[in-house]
């Protein structure tokens, strides 16, 4: 049993029929598995308890309560009195919810509603068992009105996807993780992200080593918007970073703030990664079918994505662009217009609307938002567990997607889903915590590899 995050490396992540399956021919070769499972939450309960009040496990009917139960006699043999049942006991010094597991495809029943609502005002820490109850592993979404919110998860078996995307990650607080021993025998239904090492520089490198980049985007008065990405592309370690910014006059400076970065055009760069719609607005309607109609690498956030949208010729222009050579940035209200849906739609599921989204426009999708989801066709998908509140803040969409065209300029021969997983880890990890951080601050960040 340990910490689940930080990651330090890609780890797989399985779906409830998955899961299902592993923990069938598991149990084949391993019967003790639940006494495995009750075994580790009892200790980590003793670890997490907070005074000499009783531990109240509140067990379900299904295989999640038998993990409670037998965790309260591991606690009982232990000599730490321990209350098992659905009423609350005074000054509990730990809550054990043990109610629902992976079976969940509904909402809870009505005699789980009050111990569910009870563990809320209990005042002490809350360990969920695999799952808070009432969180549906596969989305992240929960079934009903009523989840636990724990403050501390221990996940058994395998890692699933909804304790990292959706509302996952406020309902589940701190992971740990206990494998019980048992090594997983299929190909994972997604992945969670790890650190990637950044991009490297040899002794003899020179600016023309590490590629260009060119924004496209920054209409009057969205100026800003282009010049961040422009900047976390730079960070990043482009070589040369050029600025489109539509519709300014021809004099006017790439970034008075930032020397180094350049003005330039996507007919006298050919070579160089486009970063399109940052700061674009009505503008980017008119700019689209050159930049779609090119064969290099292109990322796409913000307007370029809601010209799209708008647009059925332009989708199909991104349709017919070469497999692995178009980034897609949305947060949920972008993916929701390309997709012709709503949000409530998007979120219900988001790593499958961010797969949706991929196939239909045969592209890389990051869908930004708690546990950013990248998708891509043919692609085992990737959540990211990293990033949090401070990076809900104006401008740190237009980093992500600067940030994105920096990599990609460094390694041409990367192919999208690639670059993404490595951006948006690193985007995610430079945001963490929960302080606001502004994006110019983020850049600086993303520079120091924080």
Same mark, same amino acid.
């Given at each position: 049993?340990?910490?689940?995050?930080?990651?330090?490396?890609?780890?797989?992540?399985?779906?409830?029929?998955?899961?299902?399956?592993?923990?069938?021919?598991?149990?084949?070769?391993? =019967?003790?598995?639940? #006494?495995?499972?009750?075994?580790?939450?009892?200790?980590?309960? *003793? #670890?997490?308890?907070?005074?000499?009040?009783?531990?109240?496990?509140?067990?379900?009917?299904?295989?999640?309560?038998?993990? &409670?139960?037998?965790?309260?006699?591991?606690?009982?043999?232990?000599?730490?009195?321990?209350?098992?049942?659905?009423?609350? =006991?005074?000054?509990?010094?730990?809550?054990?919810?043990?109610?629902?597991?992976?079976?969940?495809?509904?909402? =809870? #029943?009505?005699?789980?509603?009050?111990?569910?609502?009870?563990?809320?005002?209990?005042?002490?820490?809350?360990?969920?068992?695999?799952?808070?109850?009432?969180?549906?592993?596969?989305?992240?979404?929960?079934?009903?009105?009523?989840?636990?919110?724990?403050?501390?998860?221990?996940?058994?078996? %395998?890692?699933? !996807? &909804?304790?990292?995307?959706?509302?996952?990650?406020?309902?589940?607080?701190?992971?740990?993780?206990?494998?019980?021993? /048992?090594?997983?025998?299929? #190909?994972?239904?997604?992945?969670?992200?790890?650190?990637?090492?950044?991009?490297?520089?040899?002794?003899?490198?020179?600016?023309?080593?590490?590629?260009?980049?060119?924004?496209?985007?920054?209409? !009057?008065?969205?100026?800003?918007?282009?010049?961040?990405?422009?900047?976390?592309?730079?960070?990043?370690?482009?070589?040369?970073?050029y600025v489109d910014l539509l519709d300014a006059p021809a004099l006017e400076p790439a970034d008075p703030a930032w020397p180094e970065l350049m003005r330039g055009a996507a007919a006298?760069?050919?070579?160089?990664?486009?970063?399109?719609?940052?700061?674009?607005?009505?503008?980017?309607?008119?700019?689209? !079918?050159?930049?779609?109609?090119? %064969?290099?690498?292109?990322?796409?956030?913000?307007?370029?994505?809601?010209? /799209?949208?708008?647009?059925?010729?332009?989708?199909?222009?991104?349709?017919?662009? !070469?497999?692995?050579?178009?980034?897609?940035?949305?947060? @949920?209200?972008?993916?929701?217009?390309?997709?012709?849906?709503?949000?409530?739609?998007?979120?219900?599921?988001?790593?499958?609307?961010?797969?949706?989204?991929?196939?239909? *426009?045969?592209? %890389?999708?990051?869908?930004?938002?708690?546990?950013?989801? /990248?998708?891509?066709? +043919?692609?085992?998908?990737?959540?990211? @567990?990293?990033?949090?509140?401070? *990076?809900?803040?104006?401008?740190? &969409?237009?980093?992500?997607?600067?940030?994105?065209?920096? *990599?990609?300029?460094?390694?041409?021969?990367a192919g999208a889903h690639a670059i993404a997983c490595q951006g948006v880890e690193q985007h995610g990890r430079a945001g963490e915590g929960p302080a606001l951080a502004r994006a110019?601050?983020?850049?600086?960040?993303?520079?120091? +590899?924080?």
């Amino acid at each position: 049993m340990h910490p689940l995050l930080p990651t330090t490396a890609p780890l797989p992540l399985f779906d409830v029929a998955a899961s299902r399956r592993i923990e069938a021919r598991a149990l084949v070769h391993s =019967p003790d598995l639940m #006494a495995r499972a009750g075994l580790a939450v009892a200790k980590l309960a *003793l #670890a997490l308890r907070r005074g000499d009040g009783p531990v109240w496990v509140a067990c379900g009917p299904g295989n999640n309560g038998g993990d &409670g139960q037998v965790a309260a006699r591991r606690l009982a043999q232990a000599g730490v009195p321990v209350h098992v049942g659905h009423d609350m =006991p005074a000054n509990p010094s730990l809550a054990i919810d043990a109610l629902l597991g992976l079976g969940l495809n509904r909402a =809870p #029943a009505a005699e789980l509603r009050a111990p569910i609502a009870a563990m809320a005002a209990c005042g002490a820490p809350v360990l969920a068992v695999d799952l808070p109850s009432g969180l549906l592993a596969d989305t992240g979404q929960p079934a009903g009105e009523l989840a636990v919110r724990a403050d501390h998860t221990l996940v058994l078996l %395998t890692l699933k !996807p &909804g304790l990292f995307t959706g509302e996952g990650r406020a309902h589940a607080g701190r992971l740990w993780f206990d494998g019980l021993g /048992v090594a997983p025998d299929e #190909a994972p239904t997604a992945l969670l992200l790890g650190p990637v090492p950044r991009p490297a520089r040899g002794a003899t490198s020179h600016k023309g080593s590490h590629g260009q980049v060119l924004v496209v985007g920054g209409a !009057p008065g969205m100026q800003g918007a282009a010049r961040l990405a422009a900047r976390a592309a730079l960070a990043c370690g482009a070589g040369r970073v050029y600025v489109d910014l539509l519709d300014a006059p021809a004099l006017e400076p790439a970034d008075p703030a930032w020397p180094e970065l350049m003005r330039g055009a996507a007919a006298r760069l050919p070579d160089a990664v486009r970063v399109f719609g940052c700061g674009a607005g009505d503008a980017a309607a008119a700019a689209a !079918p050159a930049l779609l109609a090119q %064969t290099g690498p292109l990322v796409l956030d913000a307007d370029a994505l809601n010209a /799209v949208a708008a647009a059925p010729a332009l989708a199909a222009r991104l349709r017919q662009r !070469p497999a692995g050579t178009t980034l897609l940035t949305p947060h @949920p209200l972008e993916a929701a217009r390309l997709l012709g849906t709503d949000v409530a739609a998007v979120q219900r599921d988001r790593v499958a609307a961010a797969q949706r989204l991929a196939g239909a *426009l045969n592209a %890389t999708v990051v869908l930004k938002g708690s546990g950013s989801v /990248v998708a891509s066709p +043919g692609e085992t998908p990737a959540l990211c @567990p990293s990033g949090g509140p401070g *990076l809900a803040t104006a401008g740190t &969409g237009d980093v992500l997607a600067g940030w994105l065209g920096g *990599l990609w300029a460094q390694q041409p021969r990367a192919g999208a889903h690639a670059i993404a997983c490595q951006g948006v880890e690193q985007h995610g990890r430079a945001g963490e915590g929960p302080a606001l951080a502004r994006a110019g601050e983020l850049v600086a960040r993303l520079a120091a +590899g924080r």
